[in-house]
T-cell receptor, first 111, second 114 residues
Framework: GENVEQHPSTLSVQEGDSAVIKCTYSDSASNYFPWYKQELGKRPQLIIDIRSNVGEKKDQRIAVTLNKTAKHFSLHITETQPEDSAVYFCAASKTSNQFYFGTGTSLTVIP | GAVVSQHPSRVICKSGTSVKIECRSLDFQATTMFWYRQFPKKSLMLMATSNEGSKATYEQGVEKDKFLINHASLTLSTLTVTSAHPEDSSFYIC??????????FGPGTRLTVL
């Protein structure tokens, strides 16, 4: 089955700096890679996703890159703000199938 | 669109009792729903895939007789934790797919077994 690893487990950045979270996956058949943000006690919310036929995707301050050959993908948050503080999860799946989540990254943005 | 609800949001029960958690897709039909378990400050662990009209598919290590799943309609899946024990205390979250790649999550159910 799929194995998704995520690093770092915790990350603290100063407000305005960038944050980068990295994930690797094991199943070369995985073709869909979403990123979720989860605030304490709340449901995970999709923030951005990328499919295997695309190398990079950007949405305002958030971007995701995918390297299929190396089987890794990364989340980039620029100009971080305190409200970006949350736990972020990456996931890998074969389209419309089960999601396998990374272990999560607790991001703290220091004002 | 793509709203998923869960009920109850929080439940406290005595050891040995059974607890039912409902997951509903409010504005779309879902032939497949997923159930996850999340421990504090930990990741989402996929427990099982709920299939409308057929048996659920359980992940390795998840007891199907302990965690009963019923997907009775295209908008409702239920998870019943049978003979609950304190070690079953956790945050249970369901998700559903509205026909796109993305899964949308319910708000979760906090189960505490005394």
């Amino acid at each position: 089955g799929e194995n998704v690893e995520q690093h770092p487990s915790t990350l603290s950045v100063q407000e305005g700096d960038s944050a980068v979270i990295k994930c690797t996956y094991s199943d070369s058949a995985s073709n869909y890679f979403p990123w979720y943000k989860q605030e304490l006690g709340k449901r995970p919310q999709l923030i951005i996703d990328i499919r295997s036929n695309v190398g990079e995707k950007k949405d305002q301050r958030i971007a995701v890159t995918l390297n299929k050959t190396a089987k890794h993908f990364s989340l980039h948050i620029t100009e971080t703000q305190p409200e970006d503080s949350a736990v972020y999860f990456c996931a890998a799946s074969k389209t419309s199938n089960q999601f396998y989540f990374g272990t999560g990254t607790s991001l703290t943005v220091i004002p | 669109g793509a709203v998923v609800s869960q009920h109850p949001s929080r439940v406290i029960c005595k050891s040995g009792t059974s607890v039912k958690i409902e997951c509903r897709s409010l504005d779309f039909q879902a032939t497949t729903m997923f159930w996850y378990r999340q421990f504090p400050k930990k990741s989402l662990m996929l427990m099982a895939t709920s299939n409308e009209g057929s048996k659920a598919t359980y992940e390795q290590g998840v007891e199907k007789d302990k965690f009963l799943i019923n997907h009775a309609s295209l908008t409702l899946s239920t998870l019943t934790v049978t003979s609950a024990h304190p070690e079953d205390s956790s945050f249970y979250i369901c998700s559903a797919n509205p026909g796109t790649d993305t899964q949308y999550f319910g708000p979760g159910t906090r189960l505490t077994v005394l």
